[in-house]
């Protein structure tokens, strides 16, 4: 909240303070996580990488068969991002498949509803984080099948999330049952290992970071060779650079796993260059 400005929400075109949204308990969002979303970035009263995300959104709404018209929900976000009067913040957005009968099937057509809100943040919630670097812990990923499709069903995310938050961390880094490290709970991941920059295919097991695409069009710009080889466990110990991705982290270092430091345990060169050209690019963005 921004002084006495309540935090607002736009719910189906209707603009008002986000504590009078109304669900019904029959929305099968809430009985089911039938619903998707995305999150993106405030930069003095902007959406930081819209068409990316929208994009995203767009593809995840085909793959879960919910019909919405998502250029009208971006001008949904646009209009209550300037009501709002948030210069920096988050604004989320989530369409669920609609309210009906319980029953897992949906057998029929529902009108899906849009949520749109705007948190304001204030300040940078990360600050001088990026530039000391994060520790991180390591946690077995139980997700589902399908990760690249943004989706509410984030228990397994959550779980895993507290269990960093438990260790004193922000962050964990998801294991598969092949000793494959994934992404993390919500951010994506990057390893330098002998020159190279390492981080995991958009596939399936993972969600295509907006934020993680965009450093990896960077890294290629400038030279850097790019291995979408799954890191696995054991290689973290040979790993000189260890960074996140992601749309509120920005890029963020990681200097230790499980308490254990990463090289010298210092935010390294290239994590530091990719971290300088991300914020000028927002600041270009921002003009």
Aim: aromatic share 6%; glycine share 8%; with cysteine.
């Amino acid at each position: 909240m921004s002084g006495l400005q309540p935090t607002l929400a736009n719910w189906n075109g209707a603009i008002m303070p986000l504590d009078e949204v109304k669900v019904s308990v029959l929305d099968r969002a809430f009985l089911f996580g039938d619903a998707v979303y995305e999150a993106m970035r405030i930069y003095s009263g902007r959406a930081w990488l819209a068409d990316e995300h929208f994009e995203r959104l767009s593809r995840s709404l085909v793959e879960v068969r919910i019909v919405a018209d998502v250029e009208r929900l971006r001008a949904r976000m646009e209009k209550t991002i300037e009501a709002s009067g948030v210069r920096e913040g988050l604004v989320y957005l989530q369409v669920t498949r609609g309210q009906g009968p319980r029953s897992h099937a949906w057998k029929t057509a529902m009108t899906p509803n849009e949520l749109v809100w705007v948190q304001d943040y204030g300040s940078d919630p990360f600050g001088d984080t990026r530039r000391r670097g994060i520790g991180v812990v390591l946690v077995r990923d139980r997700r589902w099948g399908r990760c690249d499709v943004k989706s509410v069903n984030l228990l397994a995310n959550a779980m895993a999330c507290q269990e960093a938050y438990e260790a004193g961390c922000i962050e964990a880094l998801l294991v598969d049952a092949e000793g494959r490290i994934t992404e993390a709970t919500h951010s994506s991941f990057f390893a330098v290992l002998d020159g190279v920059a390492r981080t995991s295919p958009n596939d399936s097991r993972v969600l295509p970071g907006v934020t993680r695409n965009w450093v990896v069009d960077a890294l290629r710009r400038h030279g850097m060779q790019i291995d979408e080889t799954p890191l696995s466990r054991s290689e973290l110990e040979r790993v000189d650079e260890l960074f996140l991705t992601g749309t509120s982290i920005e890029v963020m270092p990681v200097v230790t796993v499980d308490g254990r430091p990463i090289n010298d345990g210092k935010p390294g060169r290239l994590t530091l260059q990719t971290l300088d050209e991300y914020q000028a690019a927002i600041r270009a963005f921002v003009g």
